[in-house]
């Protein structure tokens, strides 16, 4: 007689993978306070202009380059009624730059008479000085300022020294892998007007979201959707609660193969799109819109920028 086959022994169901815990002593460091919402600014505030714009860029050798930008089109000037007065203008804009990695200067000067300049050098491996400057032959439009960055593990931190006796600092730490919060103050001496603020951001790697309260009355929040790895949407919402004034705006960011177009439109009923799209290597084509129906304002621009 067979003796019969044993069952096969039951099979333990498979062990739910433990929650991955936060190592809150190894945060990555949070981006600088100042670029809290870039995505957003990078979808809903391109370089918008009106009228004709040609750039061109030479590059001497591989840390010196010269650049030649001609700007042609109208220009607003203010006026106690409602009506748009626009008078024709022309510029042209002279530039060197100098690049190389712990060390970069740009410099531009205007037919106006306008010369800015900008600096960035790494003092160390975490500490940045940067710098900016006008001169300007308008009375008290000439300014400057340094900023001393220093990057940690997991924060970042920044002073400030302007003209006019500016001086500011501000602080972001990372809390989560995710969240960052942080916090600002300002001294202008000139004005005698100080003031404080704080941020926060979160961002994954389908979102971002930031939020900004200032004590001089700006309220700003954005958020980002990543659609796609070519497409995002994004929103932002800003709010002065000493002028009761607010402002809210839904865009796109659309990344083409050769192209990139953005587009706005805002709770005041204009609409922006803005177009750059690559012809050939170091040959790019600009389109810029901006329709604005209420106070029947209407902006286009072309361009060409030659050059890497």
Known sequence: MATPTPPPPATAPPAAAEPQKTDY?????????????????????????????????????????????????????????????????????????????KFMLFGRVM?????????????????????????????HMSHGMFNFDYKGSDYRTQFQLGNGGLLGANYIQSVTPNLSLGGEIFWAGQHRKSGIGCAARYNTDKMVASGQVASHGIVALSYVQKVS???????????????????????????????????KIDSNGVASAFLEERFNMGLNFILSAELDHKRKDYKFGFGLTVGE
């Open 229 to 263: 790895d070519k497409v995002s949407l994004a929103s932002d919402f800003m709010y002065n609660y000493m002028s009761r004034d607010a402002t809210a705006s839904f865009g796109y960011d659309y990344i083409l193969r050769q192209a990139r177009l953005r587009g």
């Open 111 to 139: 037919t106006d008479g306008k010369v800015t300049a900008r600096l960035k050098c790494d003092l160390t491996d975490n500490l940045t000085l940067k710098g900016t400057a006008q001169l300007t032959s308008e009375p």
């Open 25 to 101: 002593l190894n945060l990555p460091c949070p981006i600088p306070y100042e670029e809290i919402s870039r995505e957003a600014l990078m979808s809903l505030k391109p370089e918008l202009f009106e009228g004709m714009r040609f750039d061109f860029m030479k590059g001497l050798n591989q840390k010196f380059s010269l650049s030649h930008s001609v700007m042609m089109g109208p220009t607003e000037i203010p006026a106690q009624s409602s009506e748009i007065i626009k008078i024709p203008t022309a510029h042209y804009e002279f530039g060197a730059n100098f690049m190389d990695p």
